[in-house]
């Protein structure tokens, strides 16, 4: 199974998704707003799964958006990035240069 994956043309619309996990088991993944709009007039996309390594993903990306993040934990030469695998990933923070 594959996806096709073009640019869209439109300099001034954009989609960016829209993700809920219910149950611990099943992902929805849209561009769709619940707008009168997106039902007449835009071109959108839904992916629903059960796929275990999807909704792995977004519950630990879930997570890592609510979990507070302190100053301690960039004190570190790495830190975890969470995957779409539901694996993490090292990654260092990048030091910031001043010109």
Do not use: Q
């Not at 640019?7 to 996990?21: F, I, L, M, S, T």
């Not at 088991?25 to 071109?43: D, E, G, Q």
């Amino acid at each position: 199974m594959g996806a096709i994956v073009t640019r869209y043309g439109d300099p001034v619309v954009k989609y960016h998704a829209k993700d809920v996990v219910a149950d611990e088991a099943t992902a929805i993944v849209t561009t769709l707003n619940p707008t009168r709009k997106c039902f007449s007039r835009t071109w959108d996309a839904v992916l629903v799964t059960e796929d275990v390594s999807v909704v792995r993903g977004l519950l630990a990306l879930f997570r890592a958006d609510t979990t507070p993040v302190t100053a301690s934990a960039f004190s570190t030469t790495s830190c975890r990035i969470p995957t779409w695998s539901g694996c993490c990933a090292n990654a260092a923070p990048k030091a910031s240069s001043s010109r």
